[in-house]
């Protein structure tokens, strides 16, 4: 369609604003080559020691050997990346014990500072915008790793897991661990025979030698590091391809119990889901696809790239397709477009939760109006459910169930302003204008305004900004028609039929009873 341009309102050019600039650019009056230390996080204020400056990560070469019966990794990383600054010194985000780095072939020194950085001082500055290449070598116990009192690392009956937002890595590479900074991957996996090593993308080879077997696997896709994943353990796996060709790899516990049916039931139909999101989103953003259901004592799921990890309660009551479809969602909502920032959580999270409204109107289970209007009817104006702000819930508050359900009835809102043509062209529109990239809140206001032709700084301000319940006009104006105040009576609305199926995916992201100040995934791995 031909989109109308609109210069953005000032609301909407001031939600652009991004997160701080990294403190990597150079210093005025460092002559070439002399070089600054690369600051210890990239400038998110939510999680200040996340990421790193001074540089950019291309690719990323993981080779490990993991025993699951000690839980003892041993890996070399290689991290090929460009200076963006002159370079004296520069931070990994890293916690597992440390035995050599080089930086382009020459041993460099190294120290730890704070819960996760490794400070590496080359044997000579680096100059800025120059390829660099770091070794690090390194091994420890990840469950051992305790950062602020909790792991990402999931310990099971027969190996371990990597699955955790809004961090991962630190417990099993070093990395420059922020979603501004994405890079492919090459992930190579030793375990003892009998046991599997699972990744993200496709795997290119397995080869077994002296009793250990190793899985080689590859992302070709700029990757969000938290989205890396492995998990190790004895899996029965289940292979395909799409109708267009594209890899299907699920795998599943051997020991999932009463759960196992039901989670298969679910992960099973991965394909189809995800042919159906192409219909809604565009053509899917890799080249591969699946899911994995590791035997964990955890409630969530997480859309590691390409390659979804579900906890086995998400199936505990039986299939549930919703959670799929939330997962493969951020595909690309949150795995292709990234956050800039993690204030921008809505970009991922209110729209994952809206794709399980639409899947619900196609199964004619309750359309996405209907799930709106008994959503907005169910919190009344003194539920603090209201006073979270999905565009910037605050640290906090990131995954709380706010985020997601505030953050749909934003977009069903969107929906009710623009219409369904102009609305469903930004669905599919945003993930090829970003694609592999990251954006803010500000940049889809701006992107919606540009496709509709209208100004939508005042609508997204209330749904996604102001601490209150929208008053009844408002919600009225927005489709949110059985609002108390215009309709006849006050009853709530009739629940639609999907309703307690998408509900029970709230602890997809680890939510408190709806209201939970989980930091992330994983809270419940505490000691």
Known sequence: MQRRILVPSAVAASLLLAIPASAAAGVPGKSPGQ???????????????????????????????????????????????????????????????????????????????????????????????????????????????????????????????????????????????????????????????????????????????????????????????????????????????????????????????GNAGAARASVERTAEVAEWLEGVFGPYPFNALGGYV????????????????????????????SVVVHELAHQWYGDSVSVKGWKDIWVNEGFARYSQWLWSEKEGEGTAQELADYVYALHPADDPFWTVKPGDPGPDRQFDIAVYDRGALALQA?????????????????????????????????YAEEVSGRPLADLFGTWLYEPSKPAAPAAAASGASKAPGVTRSDARPAEPRSYRRIAATDTVHGHDGGHGHDRGHGRDHRD
């Open 35 to 257: 070089g600054v230390p690369g600051a210890p996080g990239i400038g998110d204020p939510y999680y200040p020691s996340s990421g790193n400056g001074g540089y950019d990560v291309a690719h990323y070469d993981l080779r490990l050997k993991y025993q699951p019966e000690t839980d003892l990794l041993e890996g070399t990383a290689t991290i090929l990346a460009t200076t963006r600054q002159d370079l004296s010194r520069f931070n990994l985000d890293f916690g597992l014990t440390v035995s050599e780095v080089r930086v382009n072939g020459r041993t460099a020194a190294f120290t730890r500072s704070g819960g996760q950085e490794l400070e590496i001082t080359p044997a000579a500055p680096l100059e800025e915008n120059r390829p660099v290449t770091v070794v690090v070598r390194y091994s420890g116990k990840p469950s051992e790793l305790k950062i602020d009192g909790w792991t990402a690392w999931h310990r099971t009956p027969d190996g371990g897991v990597a699955a955790q937002e809004p961090a991962s890595a630190v417990w099993w590479f070093p990395s420059n661990d922020h979603p501004l900074d994405k890079a492919t991957f090459d992930i190579s996996v030793a375990v003892p025979d009998g046991t599997q090593a699972i990744s993200n993308g496709v795997l290119r080879s397995r080869s077994s030698r002296l009793g250990w077997t190793r899985y080689n696997w590859r992302s070709d896709k700029p990757q969000a590091t938290y989205l890396a994943t492995l998990a190790v353990g004895k899996f029965d796996i289940t292979t395909d391809t799409t109708a267009n060709g594209l890899p299907v790899l699920n795998a599943y516990s051997k020991d999932l119990g």
């Open 294 to 321: 590791p035997n964990v004592p955890s409630g969530y799921a997480l859309e590691t790239q390409t390659r979804p990890f579900y906890s086995p309660r998400q199936f505990a009551n039986g299939a549930n397709v």
């Open 414 to 446: 969107l929906r009710n302003t623009i219409g369904d043509e102009d609305f469903f062209a930004v669905l599919k529109g945003w993930p090829a204008a970003h694609a592999d990239g990251n954006a803010s809140v500000g940049d889809f206001v701006q």
